[in-house]
């Protein structure tokens, strides 16, 4: 019973917070809503990436962003596998090659057209 008005007392309190400051939590709810949409957004576009599709690969300790290419596409549950052949612009010769989940935070779309390609800290 003790646990019970606790709780009533908490609802009325956050009733009473809603009622005398609604801007402070329709911004909170916009705040929910944009980030839902980022989640969304960058969900459906790592789904549309096939082979060929330019992608950015972030180095292993995320100072540095580059530009590579989908080669291979491993279907996979729960996510899909992606071999990405990655540009190196110090040594034309060699191949660099990365394998990383669809869903890797190690991966980005490719920003190039923007010119935004540089540190990790982009994101």
């Given at each position: 019973q003790q646990q019970q008005q606790q709780q009533r007392g908490l609802v009325e309190k956050e009733g009473k917070d809603?009622?005398?400051n609604p801007t402070k939590?329709?911004?909170?709810?916009k705040l929910e809503l944009d980030s839902e949409m980022e989640d969304?957004?960058?969900e459906m576009i790592r789904s549309k990436w096939t082979v060929g599709s330019a992608v950015e690969v972030s180095s292993?300790?995320?100072?540095n962003w580059h530009r590579g290419r989908v080669r291979v596409v491993v279907k996979d549950e729960p996510d899909d596998?992606?071999?990405?052949?990655?540009?190196d612009e110090c040594n034309k010769k060699t191949m660099l090659r990365e394998q990383l989940r669809r869903s890797d935070p190690r991966l980005?779309?490719?920003r190039a057209a923007r010119g935004t390609i540089g540190d990790a800290s982009e994101r």
């Open positions: 809603n009622i005398l939590e329709k911004k909170k709810r969304y957004s960058d292993p300790k995320g100072q596998w992606l071999e990405i052949w990655l540009d980005r779309e490719a």
